[in-house]
């Protein structure tokens, strides 16, 4: 399990993906056009993912 780890570009990549994914997210919730749940669901998920995999995976240097 200690070859379980993320690397700089990896890291900074999922982050941006974070931070679209989450900006998506609060845009759907804060319009709620029709259909928005959907769409809160598919970008909510993976920016929580994100989240989850920045936090608790170290980070090798």
Excluded: E
Aim: hydrophobic letters at 55%; a positive charge; one cysteine or more.
């Amino acid at each position: 399990m200690s070859d379980l780890y993320l690397t700089p570009p990896i890291a900074a990549l999922i982050f941006f993906a974070v931070v679209v994914c989450g900006h998506n997210f609060r845009m759907a919730w804060k319009q709620q056009p029709v259909g928005w749940q959907k769409k809160a669901w598919l970008f909510g998920v993976p920016a929580g993912i994100g989240l989850l995999v920045l936090g608790f995976l170290p980070l090798k240097l």
